[in-house]
């Protein structure tokens, strides 16, 4: 039992003493002095329970000990066996079961001292104690009950605590399988970021070697030529080759440009992206590489949910995609403005971006190698054939997808697919 149980009922007790001198005056002294004694009994043993000099476990016996000789006293004191308070002997046990549930001890003690109290009731009252057998009897059986009714609320503590500690353990098993699937992901994202680095160690090296090779050969002949000291033999000859040369240059500046450009950020850390600022902010840098072609339409529905794709590698996808496009257009023949539009849609698990615009479309034998490194239909300087590569090896990366297609009315789409931040899940 707690301090403020025995506070409170030592109150009770003390208002029951009072009730009790003004309904009795002073005729029954006894009583009142019973009652007074009991409830500063419970006073003094709140006051260690609080203090901690008696542990709550024994306070529950104790309290019912002391209850008990005074509700014998008052009923020896009012008739004994004939008392009107007689019965309340047996609440003892009930209550004593009711206020420490969690031990048997002190109910069961309860129980044998008050069927003792019902006995020496009978003997003090000179009656026979055979004439209190039904009485014991009917006390015992009530208190038994308290018994049982403290044993049924163990089983069911001791139960729900088994189910607690279940759960706990199912709660410490996920957290563990997530800090495995995240640590997995991890790892098998560097897998991956070191396996793209391979291949495109291995790519720029083929595709910077080509050129080099050519740029040097021309570039020693040239030598020649000069320190020959004859007149260079075709003048033409010399031109084409320079031009050659440059393009050389400019295809290796190129691959470098897109190289750095990509990795500007490195392996960005952000883990999600804001499609419809980042779709505004790709716009806005795509007009500043193509404001004499026409305009890029952008259409963002309200509530488009955040994406799984870094911010930056995401504004890197769209500028990518708007470039292609405009330079798509701009390769058009004949000439025309370009109409590009930017458009997203969403549903609960998908968010989905469209690149479209109005140029040539892709041919028909691009479609396939679109998406391989270094594959590119433009000059030197202006594409190093890495871009879409990259693109798709980004959202690839966090279980998205780009796709191309031609559209039916002409020109090109571009379809990027990313699942919502929250319910993005690894990639299989
Ligand atoms: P790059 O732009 O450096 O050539 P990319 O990987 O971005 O490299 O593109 C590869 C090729 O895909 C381009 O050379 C072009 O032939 C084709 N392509 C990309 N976008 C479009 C488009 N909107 N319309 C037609 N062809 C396109």
Redesign the pocket.
Same mark, same amino acid.
Do not use: R
């Given at each position: 039992m707690k301090r403020k149980l025995f506070s409170v009922c030592a109150g009770m007790l003390f208002l029951g003493w009072v009730g009790h001198g003004l309904f009795f005056g002073r005729s029954r002294p006894f009583e009142g002095g019973v009652l007074l004694t009991w409830s500063l009994s419970f006073l003094v043993l709140g006051l260690l329970v609080g203090t901690g000099r008696l542990p709550a476990w024994a306070s529950g016996g104790l309290a019912g000990l002391v209850s008990l000789g005074a509700v014998t006293a008052i009923v020896h004191a009012t008739g004994g066996p004939t008392s009107p308070y007689f019965v309340t002997l047996v609440c003892t046990p009930l209550l004593v079961a009711m206020f420490t549930p969690d031990a048997r001890a002190p109910t069961l003690g309860s129980l044998g001292v008050m069927l003792l109290a019902v006995a020496l009731l009978y003997h003090l009252a000179e009656r026979p104690v055979r004439e209190g057998l039904p009485s014991l009897f009917i006390f015992g059986g009530i208190g038994g009950l308290g018994l049982y009714g403290g044993k049924t609320y163990r089983r069911l503590r001791e139960s729900e605590r088994h189910a607690q500690e279940d759960r706990l353990l199912a709660l410490e098993q996920l957290a563990e399988s997530e800090r495995r699937r995240l640590r997995a992901e991890t790892e098998r994202a560097e897998m991956e970021r070191r396996l793209l680095m391979g291949q495109l160690a291995t790519g720029v090296a083929h595709e910077v070697n080509n050129p080099l090779a050519f740029v040097k050969s021309n570039l020693n002949y040239l030598e020649q030529q000069l320190t020959g000291g004859q007149q260079p033999s075709d003048i033409e000859e010399l031109r084409e080759l320079l031009d050659e040369t440059r393009q050389g240059v400019l295809r290796i500046q190129r691959i470098v440009t897109?190289l750095r450009y990509f990795s500007r950020d490195g392996l960005s850390q952000e883990e999600w992206g804001a499609p419809g600022e980042a779709m505004q902010e790709a716009r806005r840098q795509a007009l500043g590489h193509m404001a004499r072609l026409g305009d890029v339409a952008l259409e963002v529905p309200d509530g488009l949910p955040r994406v799984r794709l870094g911010q930056s590698h995401l504004i890197q996808v769209l500028l %990518?995609l708007l470039i %292609? !496009?405009a330079e !798509?257009v701009e390769s058009s023949r004949p000439a025309r403005p370009a109409r590009i539009q930017l458009r997203a849609s969403h549903t609960p698990s998908e968010i989905r971006v469209e690149v479209e615009?109005n @140029?040539? @479309?892709?041919p028909a034998e691009?479609l396939p190698r &679109?998406f391989e490194p270094f =594959?590119?239909?433009?000059a030197p300087g202006k @594409?190093?054939? &890495? @871009? &879409?590569?990259l693109c798709r090896e980004y959202v690839a990366r966090v279980g998205g997808s780009l796709t191309a297609e031609n559209r039916p009315e002409g020109g090109?789409r =571009?379809v990027l697919t990313l699942t919502p931040a929250a319910a993005a899940s690894p990639r299989s």
């Open positions: 897109d %990518n %292609n !496009a !798509a615009d @140029g040539p @479309g892709i691009v &679109l =594959f590119t239909t433009k @594409g190093s054939g &890495l @871009g &879409l590569t090109a =571009f």
